[in-house]
């Protein structure tokens, strides 16, 4: 009898796994620099990454303006290449609690 209740248990416990809180990031819909962006967003079931978008990147002398970012959840999030050459608006995906922080491609808190 404790045999088929520690199995009950497990069935249990194991279909309750993917039904958890899901997870949060830093959301900007239009495009914002990227100190500035720090909306945070509690993502659908569904998603299952965030998103970050390099929108502009300043590209001359002397390098003083923050870049443009646009950042969301994603259910579906498809990163660039990130050694491709003549990439316009390059997507970066992570799949951790905000992580979408810090500069794109650069793993936060590390």
């Not at 209740?5 to 819909?29: D, I, K, N, P, Q």
């Not at 390099?54 to 660039?80: D, G, K, Q, Y």
Request: hydrophobic share 40%; glycine share 6%; proline share 5%.
């Amino acid at each position: 009898m404790t045999l088929r209740w520690a199995m009950w248990l497990l069935l249990l416990a194991a279909w309750s796994m993917g039904y958890g809180e899901a997870f949060r990031c830093y959301t900007c819909e239009q495009p914002t620099a990227i100190n500035s962006c720090k909306n945070i967003a509690q993502c659908k079931m569904e998603d299952t990454a965030c998103k970050t978008v390099l929108e502009t990147v300043e590209a001359a002398f002397p390098f003083n303006h923050s870049p443009m970012v646009t950042r969301s959840c994603s259910s579906s999030c498809l990163a660039t290449d990130p050694d491709g050459i003549g990439v316009a608006h390059p997507v970066f995906c992570c799949f951790r609690d905000l992580c979408n922080s810090g500069f794109p491609g650069f793993v936060a808190g590390l």
